[in-house]
């Protein structure tokens, strides 16, 4: 098969979306599928890594990416001769599409929330989530809960929605572990943006440093994406600097150090379509404190400690509980091994290329 998949955001600083990206290449590289793999990116030049000769990165660039997906992806398909077309991200499908057609959709949080998007953001998405729905044959998604709201806000049969799980993106294997009584501080990884809820964590820990003084510090991990510059003003005229940090991007073995060395781990979103950075925190053997929200009780299982994302007092409590209070023995009999067993990129890569087969078959059957 000659399989072409939407990789622009595995190109630069990869968050969460170019992760699964990134880490889906990367298994289909190392399992020598025998099949042919087209890179279509938005940009003029391809800057992502080299996979190896089976995967030939194809450019639609067109000034914006909605307008190259609207005016220039489906030649470029054409041209080269593909047989199937992966869209990795929600709003990557183009209109009138003539050969299969599968989109991942990660979550629909702007048509869900859209009083909490900006007009933009809703406009588009929503536009271009038309697109996605009506010229994809089948639907991948990351999570039961993501696959619900598909069925439920989108009416896609549930015989056309397939879910492949992810797993942690960031490697550590073979690194030395670090002592419980070494580990210190505190860390909250994920773009930096309303629906992450960073703002109301760095409250919290406000409000924890007025009661314990002796709080450790705490790292914000994240490129700012609606909330970056609000976060960074709270943080110098609250006089937090000798105590906070938001880090913009830091590379893979850094990220990897951070999770190792830091004490605890705290995730607030209010909406998720998955969770990377909490699996990755599992992994790490890192104790938790997330959001009681349904599609991070899918990934972490009963490994957090879950909390009301709304309420400040909640999170500054347990934090203080965590480093000064009983909350720590909390997570003595917890097995990170237990959670992980279930995500595997190899698995994902499978289920995925499966999908693919299935639906050119599908398409020659029915040609024929």
Request: hydrophobic share 45%.
């Amino acid at each position: 098969m000659r399989i072409a998949i939407e990789a622009t955001l595995a190109q630069g600083n990869a968050t969460g979306f170019g992760q699964y990206v990134i880490n889906l290449l990367r298994t289909f590289a190392a399992m020598k599928t025998g099949h042919e793999f087209l890179l279509f990116h938005s940009t003029a030049e391809w800057t992502g890594p080299d996979f190896g000769p089976e995967f030939k990165p194809v450019s639609y660039f067109y000034w914006k990416q909605s307008l190259g997906i609207a005016f220039r992806l489906n030649r470029e398909l054409e041209r080269q001769q593909a047989d199937i077309f992966h869209a990795t991200c929600t709003t990557g499908m183009p209109p009138h599409i003539k050969i299969p057609a599968v989109s991942t959709i990660h979550d629909l949080y702007p048509l869900i929330h859209s009083s909490k998007c900006t007009f933009l953001q809703w406009f588009f998405f929503s536009r271009l989530l038309k697109w996605t729905v009506r010229s994809s044959d089948f639907f991948i998604c990351n999570s039961k809960f993501t696959a619900s709201e598909l069925q439920k806000h989108l009416h896609i049969p549930p015989e056309k929605i397939a879910v492949t799980l992810l797993a942690p993106a960031i490697a550590v294997d073979g690194a030395p572990e670090v002592p419980t009584e070494k580990r210190a501080g505190i860390i909250c990884v994920g773009a930096i943006e309303p629906r992450k809820n960073q703002l109301m964590l760095l409250a919290a820990y406000r409000q924890a440093l007025a009661i314990q003084p002796a709080m450790p510090p705490i790292t914000f991990i994240g490129p700012d994406r609606g909330d970056g510059a609000r976060l960074d003003s709270f943080i110098e005229n609250w006089g937090l600097s000798e105590k906070v940090r938001h880090l913009n991007y830091v590379q893979p073995a850094q990220i990897a150090d951070i999770y190792r060395n830091a004490a605890l781990f705290v995730f607030p979103s209010l909406y998720e379509g998955f969770g990377i950075p909490l699996l990755e925190a599992i992994r790490s053997d890192l104790p938790i404190l997330c959001s009681d929200i349904p599609v991070l009780h899918e990934i972490g299982d009963d490994y957090p400690v879950f909390l009301n994302p709304d309420d400040v007092n909640d999170w500054s409590m347990a934090m203080i509980d965590f480093f000064f209070g009983e909350l720590k023995n909390s997570f003595n009999y917890k097995s990170p091994e237990n959670v992980l067993l279930k995500f595997s990129w190899k698995r994902c890569a499978e289920q995925t290329l499966e999908i693919y087969s299935k639906l050119v078959q599908n398409k020659l059957g029915v040609r024929s």
